[in-house]
C-alpha cells in the first residue's frame, strides 16, 4: 500500500523560501505523476503543480509560475516543491497528490505553510 507523506512546511516571510517534499511510501512509485495542490482557510482546494514520473512534464497554476519549481527524485520516489518570493497568499495546506488513471486518487495528510507579511 502507498503513503504519501508531505514535509517541509513552516512560517515564514514573505519573500522567504521553502521547500516541500512528498514520499511516497510502501512500494516503488506509482501511477502517472504527482501533484501539489493547497487549501487556503475558506476556499477551495486549487492546483499548484504537478508533474509526470516519466518524461518529467511540469505544470502550474498562473498564480506560482516563475516562482514555484516542481521536481521528483525517482529513484527516492520523491517529489518537491521549491517555493521561491513567498506571499502571504500562499499561506495554505499544501497537499500531494498521486495521479492515477482517473486522476487523482491518493493524498498525503498536507503540510501548513504560513507566509506573514
Known amino acids: 500500500q502507498v503513503q504519501l507523506v508531505e514535509s517541509g512546511g513552516g512560517l515564514v516571510q514573505a519573500g522567504d523560501s521553502l521547500r516541500l517534499s512528498c514520499a511516497a511510501s510502501?512500494?516503488?512509485?506509482?501511477?502517472?505523476?504527482m501533484g501539489w495542490f493547497r487549501r487556503a482557510p475558506g476556499k477551495q482546494r486549487e492546483f499548484v503543480a504537478s508533474?509526470?514520473?516519466?518524461?518529467?512534464?511540469?505544470a502550474y497554476a498562473d498564480s506560482v509560475k516563475g516562482r514555484f519549481t516542481i521536481s521528483r527524485e525517482y529513484a527516492k520516489n520523491t517529489v518537491y516543491l521549491q517555493m521561491n518570493s513567498l506571499k502571504p497568499e500562499d499561506t495554505a495546506v499544501y497537499y500531494c497528490g498521486r495521479r492515477g488513471g482517473s486522476g487523482y486518487d491518493l493524498w498525503g495528510q498536507g503540510t501548513q505553510v504560513t507566509v506573514s507579511s
Open positions: 510502501g512500494r516503488t512509485a506509482s501511477g502517472y505523476g
Open positions: 508533474i509526470m514520473w516519466s518524461g518529467g512534464l511540469t
